[in-house]
């Protein structure tokens, strides 16, 4: 029987182990919610490392083997991956791919490998976000308008990036609202990672944005369409609010770093600095750990700090 390189391959040589991955990525959607961005890193990892052990072991994959996996191999995969010029940062994505499938395997199908419990990650460098100065993202809402084409979709991304900075939204967030999911009131509940839900309030601006854009749109928008179009009618794609954002900086002559993921770091930090606590903060962004929002003091100090440096006589 030939050796498989893909799991589609695999799916013939060794049903067992292509039934198993599909469990698994049903289990990741189903019962964990994960986004389908992530599912794909996840699938992508798990093809690899698959594909390695076929190589490795000369064979093809089967359960047996599975629970026979030894911290070696584990470690001789991650090293084949850092020679092919995986980042730290990367490299510990694909050690949570392979902890995820193998504790799925444990917990579900009783198939159990303990050498992966054995395997470190790498550390990783913290990097901090990277906000706006507060003038800086004024300056982003009041050049959106002139960095469009003069019509319509001006108005669309210029509510769009209100409702990152004004929000503290993800740009997913923002494109998956509904006509339907118009704020009626000063809060609007928003679903983020893995269908959690929270509300945020929304500023009379924003109310302002988004019915000068629906007033504009050329579409007829009705309950279940999305409330963002794009030209042709259908759901609005990231992209087109990235470039825009690309556009703004140019003009601005903002750093690479000011996009529109850059627009939520800002709403944090901003809010941190005007007296913010981090829980209220933690609750607005939908981050599911508070060490998560800390790093937002981080920023703040460091802000904190440029300005006793700048402007201290004796330092």
């Known amino acids: 029987m030939a050796k498989s390189s893909t799991i589609k391959q695999l799916s013939i040589a060794m049903p067992e182990i292509s039934n ?6 049903r289990f990741l959607t189903s019962e964990k919610r994960m986004s389908k961005h ?13 594909n390695f052990l076929c190589t490795h072991y000369g064979e093809n994959i089967s359960l047996n083997k599975l629970e026979n996996i030894s911290v070696s191999d584990f470690r001789s995969y991650l090293a084949s991956r850092r ?24 917990r579900i199908e009783c198939i159990k490998n303990l050498a992966i419990q054995h395997i470190k990650a790498p550390k990783v460098p913290r990097s901090l976000p990277r906000p706006l ?9 009041d050049s959106v308008k002139f960095m469009g084409k003069g019509d319509w979709t001006d108005l669309r991304d210029l509510a769009v990036i209100t409702l990152l900075y004004g929000c503290g939204l993800r740009i997913n967030e923002a494109l998956s609202l509904n006509f ?5 009131s000063d809060t609007m509940v928003i679903k983020g990672k893995r269908g959690k839900e929270r509300l945020v309030p929304i500023l009379p601006l924003i109310h302002k944005t988004i019915k000068n854009y629906v007033d504009a749109c050329p579409f007829p928008l009705k309950e279940g369409d999305p409330l963002f179009m794009g030209i042709r009618g259908k759901r609005l794609n990231p992209r087109s609010i990235q470039l825009t954002m690309e556009k703004i900086r140019g003009t601005l002559g903002l750093p ?7 627009l939520r770091h800002s709403f944090a930090t901003h809010l941190l600095s005007a007296g913010g606590d981090l829980r ?11 060490s998560t929002t800390q790093h937002y003091t981080d920023v703040d100090s460091d802000a904190l700090m440029s300005v006793y440096d700048k402007a201290h006589p004796r330092s």
């Not at 209220?280 to 508070?290: A, F, M, R, V, Y």
């Open 83 to 106: 020679m092919g010029g995986l980042t730290s940062r990367s490299m510990a994505r694909v050690l949570s791919t392979l902890r995820s499938f193998f504790k799925y395997c444990d």
């Open 280 to 290: 209220t903060i933690q609750e607005l962004l939908g981050h599911k750990n508070l």
């Open 180 to 184: 339907g999911n118009i704020p009626r």
């Open 133 to 141: 100065t507060e003038i800086s993202a004024m300056d982003v809402l």
């Open 20 to 25: 198993l991955v599909g469990r698994w990525l």
């Open 38 to 50: 992530t599912i794909d890193a996840y699938m992508r990892d798990l093809r690899s490392f698959l």
């Open 256 to 262: 690479d770093s000011a996009t529109p993921h850059s």
